[in-house]
T-cell receptor, first 110, second 114 residues
Framework: SQQGEEDPQALSIQEGENATMNCSYKTSINNLQWYRQNSGRGLVHLILIRSNEREKHSGRLRVTLDTSKKSSSLLITASRAADTASYFCATDEAGTALIFGKGTTLSVSS | EPEVTQTPSHQVTQMGQEVILRCVPISNHLYFYWYRQILGQKVEFLVSFYNNEISEKSEIFDDQFSVERPDGSNFTLKIRSTKLEDSAMYFC????????????FGPGTRLTVL
């Protein structure tokens, strides 16, 4: 089955720097969603990008989707300590189930 | 802003006992889901529910699991006879539609089976 796989697994940056995380998947999708999870907490929906979209912005977040390469990237600009969390991409299969990757753990130090 | 809520936040149970995890989805949403995350592992899909019936389920969702929407607001996951390996964080999610819509997750219930 298809799944999103993020890289890097871990990323450490300083406040104010940009953070880029990548996600790859294996088969065709309808959409791809990015989520954030603070340690031991729930999943917060960040952004959804549809298969016919190439780029989407939401505040300091920029998501791109390249369906030919079956990949997506999440860029967080001007990162803050509060951005420290795990970030997951999730892709849909033929139905409604979301398939999650292992996530990228982002650490932003002040 | 409307959100998905889940109760309890933490449930401890003995192996072999039945547990019911409760969720209140966002009120105008039509699709409901359960996922689980074993500590340190990926979030895994369990089941989706629409129009009062299961629309999809994973291999994990075997006969010991069941879901129900007992009234107009609650959505429950029952595990009939818990096993040690059922220990995980269980997340409920809801969405307005199917594949093209965002799924919004609740804060999770941490289930510990002793």
């Amino acid at each position: 089955s298809q799944q999103g796989e993020e890289d890097p697994q871990a990323l450490s940056i300083q406040e104010g720097e940009n953070a880029t995380m990548n996600c790859s998947y294996k088969t065709s999708i309808n959409n791809l969603q990015w989520y954030r999870q603070n340690s031991g907490r729930g999943l917060v929906h960040l952004i959804l990008i549809r298969s016919n979209e190439r780029e989407k912005h939401s505040g300091r977040l920029r998501v791109t989707l390249d369906t030919s390469k079956k990949s997506s990237s999440l860029l967080i600009t001007a990162s803050r300590a509060a951005d420290t969390a795990s970030y997951f991409c999730a892709t849909d299969e033929a139905g409604t189930a979301l398939i999650f990757g292992k996530g990228t753990t982002l650490s932003v130090s002040s | 802003e409307p959100e998905v809520t889940q109760t309890p936040s933490h449930q401890v149970t003995q192996m072999g006992q039945e547990v019911i995890l409760r969720c209140v989805p966002i009120s105008n949403h039509l699709y409901f889901y359960w996922y689980r995350q074993i500590l340190g592992q990926k979030v895994e899909f369990l089941v989706s529910f629409y129009n009062n019936e299961i629309s999809e389920k994973s291999e994990i969702f075997d006969d010991q699991f069941s879901v129900e929407r007992p009234d107009g607001s609650n959505f429950t996951l029952k595990i009939r006879s818990t096993k040690l390996e059922d220990s995980a964080m269980y997340f409920c999610a809801s969405s307005t539609g199917g594949s093209y819509n965002e799924q919004f997750f609740g804060p999770g219930t941490r289930l510990t089976v002793l």
